[in-house]
C-alpha cells in the first residue's frame, strides 16, 4: 500500500481509512464511470479535484492491450507525471494526496487529489471565437510561445500526455491577460506516460493531438513556425530541413482527426 498525504488531508483524515475517506467526499461530480470517478470538493473553502480508480478489471486491461492502447490502471500514472513535471519546472497540478492500495492491478483501488487551480480559463475556451475575432496578434504569439516551450520541456522531460490538446492548458486569470505576463499549467494527466525518454511516436501523437485541436482558431503559417521554431529549440531552416517528414505526417493525421471528429464527434 502507498498513501501520501498532505494538509488538509493529512489533518482531516487522522485516524482515518483514507480509502474509505476519498470515497465519503461530497461535491460536483465530473466523471462516473464504472472504474474511475472524477469530482470537484472544498475543503475549508478551497477547492480540490479527485480522481478515484476502482480498478478496469481484466477484460477492459485485455481490450485495451489488443487494440494497441495503454490502459490507465490507476492513480499512479497522474502522479508520477505531476512529481516528474514539477521537477522540471512545467507547470502543472500540486497533488496534496495520493494512494494506492491492492496488488491486482484489474482490481486495484487508487486516489489522487490536486489543488484546484482558480481562477483559470482553458486554452479552448479561450480561442472559441478567434477565427472570427482574431486576438490580438501578440497575445496570440505568446500564448503559441508558451504552449510550444511547456510541449517541449513536457516531452525532455519523459512525458507524453496522451490528451495533449488546448483545452488541457489552462491559463491563469487571477491577473489582467497580458501578453508579457502569462501563467499557464497543463493538467489533465492520468493518461500520461513517463520514462527517461519519450518514443517519437508518442512525442508525434501529442504534437498531432495539439494541432488538431487548434486548427479551428485561426492559426497562419507564420503561427505554426513560430510554434515549431520555440518546440525544437532550433533554427528554423532547420527544422524544416530535419523535421520534413514529421511536418507531412502532422498535417496528415490532424487532418484524419478533424474529419473524425466532425463525423462522429469525437477526437482520439
Given amino acids: 500500500m502507498k498513501l501520501i498525504l498532505a494538509e488538509p488531508f493529512k489533518s482531516l483524515w487522522a485516524g482515518q481509512d483514507a480509502f474509505e475517506a476519498v470515497e465519503a467526499l461530497h461535491g460536483q461530480v465530473y466523471r462516473e464511470l ?4 472524477t469530482l470537484r470538493t472544498e475543503v475549508d473553502g478551497r477547492g480540490y479535484f479527485v480522481k478515484i480508480h476502482r480498478g478496469i478489471g481484466w477484460g477492459e486491461i485485455v481490450k485495451n492491450l489488443l487494440t494497441a492502447k495503454a490502459p490507465v490502471l490507476g492513480a499512479a500514472q497522474e502522479w508520477q507525471a505531476i512529481q516528474r513535471l514539477t521537477e522540471a519546472g512545467v507547470p502543472t497540478m500540486t497533488a496534496v494526496a495520493y494512494g494506492e492500495r491492492g496488488a491486482n492491478p484489474a482490481s486495484q483501488h487508487s486516489f489522487i487529489v490536486t489543488e484546484e487551480l482558480a481562477p483559470t480559463v482553458d ?3 479561450l480561442s472559441l471565437n478567434w477565427a472570427q475575432q482574431p486576438p490580438k ?8 510561445r508558451k504552449v510550444a516551450e511547456m510541449t517541449g520541456a513536457m516531452h525532455r522531460a519523459g512525458v507524453n500526455h496522451r490528451d495533449c490538446y488546448i483545452c488541457h492548458f489552462l491559463l491563469h486569470t487571477d491577473r489582467p491577460i497580458q501578453a508579457n505576463d502569462l501563467r499557464l499549467s497543463v493538467i489533465d494527466l492520468h493518461r500520461a506516460q513517463v520514462r527517461d525518454a519519450v518514443p517519437r511516436r508518442w512525442r508525434d501523437k501529442d504534437l498531432a493531438a495539439l494541432y488538431f ?3 479551428d482558431i485561426g492559426m497562419t503559417g507564420r503561427d505554426k513556425l513560430r510554434f515549431l521554431r520555440t518546440y525544437f529549440r532550433r533554427p528554423l531552416r532547420q527544422v524544416l530541413r530535419e523535421e520534413a517528414s514529421l ?3 502532422l498535417e496528415r493525421k490532424a487532418a484524419k482527426l478533424y474529419e473524425r ?3 462522429y464527434g469525437e477526437a482520439l
Fill in 34 to 37: 464504472e472504474g474511475r470517478r
Fill in 123 to 125: 486554452l479552448e475556451q
Fill in 137 to 144: 496578434p501578440a497575445l496570440k504569439w505568446a500564448l503559441i
Fill in 213 to 215: 485541436s487548434a486548427l
Fill in 247 to 249: 511536418l507531412v505526417w
Fill in 261 to 263: 471528429k466532425q463525423r
